[in-house]
C-alpha cells in the first residue's frame, strides 16, 4: 500500500496530540490540540479513501464535524466558563510522567501482541500493526483523562480522543468496506459533544465553576 511511511507518521502523532490535549492546562490550547489531532486523522483517512472512495464520504462529514464544529463548540464554551482548567488532584509533573507511561506501556503491549487483538494476517502488517497500537494507546489516555480530570470541558476533550481511536481502529481494520465509512459518520460524537457543553454551561451559571466535583450538590 502506498504511503504507508506517512500513515504511520501521522498516526503517532496522535500520540503526541493527545498527551498534548490532557496535559495543556489553559482549555483553549486543549481545543488547538484537538483540532491539529482532527486534522491528522483527516488526512489518515484521505490517504485510505485512495483505496476505497467511500471513505471520502466519511472523511468530508470528519472534517465538518471534527476540525470545524467540535473545536467551535469547545471555544465558544470555554469563553462562557473559564479559560484555565479546574486544577486537577494531580500536579503537571506526575500528570505528565503517567501519561508517557501509559503512552509506552499501552503502545507496547498492543504493538507486540496486534496478532491477539486483531487475529488477521493484515492487522500484522504496516500500517495497520502501528495503527491498532495507537488506537488502543490514545484510548487508554482519553479513559485517563476522563477519570483523573476535574474540569468537566476537559472531560469532553477526553471524549473527543475516545472518539478518535475508535475511528482510527475501525479505518485500519476495514479499510476496503463500504460499510466502514457508514459505521464512522453514524458514531460521530458532535451531538453528544454539544449536548454535554451545553449541560457543562448550565452548571456554570448554577454553580459558577465547571468543577465535576461539585456535581454531588445538584439536588432535585
Known amino acids: 500500500m502506498e504511503g504507508i511511511p506517512v500513515i504511520s507518521i501521522l498516526s503517532l502523532s496522535l500520540v503526541i496530540t493527545s498527551v498534548a490535549v490532557i496535559e495543556f492546562r489553559n482549555l483553549k490550547y486543549s481545543a488547538y490540540a484537538y483540532c491539529l489531532q482532527a486534522i491528522l486523522m483527516c ?40 479559560v484555565m482548567e479546574i486544577k486537577p488532584p494531580l500536579s503537571y509533573l506526575p500528570s505528565i510522567v503517567i501519561s508517557c507511561v501509559i503512552m509506552i506501556f ?5 504493538h507486540t501482541h496486534a496478532d491477539f487483538i486483531a487475529p488477521n494476517p493484515e492487522a500484522m502488517q504496516e500500517p495497520f500493526r502501528t495503527n491498532l497500537a495507537v488506537s488502543f494507546t490514545i484510548f487508554a489516555l482519553g479513559l485517563y483523562c476522563i477519570l483523573i ?42 451531538i453528544a459533544v454539544f449536548l454535554l457543553l451545553y449541560v ?20 432535585w
Not at 47 to 61: D, G, P, Q
Not at 151 to 179: F, Q, W
Open 200 to 219: 457543562i454551561h448550565g452548571i456554570y451559571k448554577e454553580f459558577g465553576s465547571t468543577d465535576t466535583y461539585q456535581l454531588k450538590n445538584l439536588r
Open 43 to 82: 488526512s489518515i483517512f484521505f490517504i485510505f479513501a485512495r483505496e476505497n472512495h467511500n471513505l471520502y464520504w466519511w472523511l468530508a462529514t470528519a472534517f465538518v464535524t471534527k476540525v470545524i464544529l467540535i473545536p467551535t463548540f469547545l471555544l465558544r464554551y470555554i469563553q462562557k466558563t473559564e
Open 106 to 110: 499501552f503502545y507496547k503491549i498492543t
Open 149 to 190: 480530570r476535574r474540569d468537566a470541558i476537559k472531560t469532553v476533550h477526553g471524549l473527543c480522543i475516545l472518539e478518535n481511536s475508535v475511528h482510527l481502529s475501525l479505518v485500519s481494520l476495514a479499510p476496503k468496506l463500504a460499510e466502514t465509512a457508514i459505521i464512522g459518520i453514524v458514531t460521530d460524537v458532535v
